[in-house]
């Protein structure tokens, strides 16, 4: 049974820096799609970013517009287990949100990186403060 942990999410001033963690179980694939979503009350739910391990070993990476720059998305695989990283800096008040971890069984095939229909497994989410 795979699942999602996340963790690190805290209030911060805007331009402080923060770092999320998922701590993923059972996902036991060749390859692995991992991904950040976020979601503000009142709005949907958004990719922040993604990162596709191919079978060779090599990494993959998305981000969504309003935070290339700013964050970074990273993991750490062992057999079954995995870790995926999402660190931020200069944060806004925009960043502010409930942060969801989420994996798939395949990365997108000619699709949209942030497609949720693609991600079959999700965390129950840390929230994300920024205020001065």
């Known amino acids: 049974q795979v699942q999602l942990v996340e963790s690190g999410g805290e209030s911060v001033q805007p331009g402080g820096s923060l770092t999320l963690s998922c701590a993923v179980s059972g996902y036991d694939y060749n390859r692995s799609y991992l991904a950040w979503f976020r979601q503000a009350p009142g709005k949907e739910r958004e990719g922040v970013a993604a990162i596709y391990a191919t079978r060779g070993g090599a990494r993959l990476t998305y981000y969504a517009d309003s935070v290339k720059g700013r964050f970074t998305i990273s993991d750490v695989k062992v057999n079954a287990d995995s870790t995926v990283y999402l660190q931020m800096n200069s944060l806004k008040p925009g960043d502010a949100a409930m942060y969801y971890c989420?994996?798939?069984?395949?990365?997108?095939?000619?699709?949209?990186?942030?497609?949720?229909?693609?991600?079959?497994?999700w965390g129950q989410g840390t929230q994300v403060t920024v205020s001065t």
């Open positions: 989420a994996a798939a069984r395949d990365p997108p095939s000619g699709g949209l990186w942030y497609d949720l229909g693609l991600f079959g497994y």
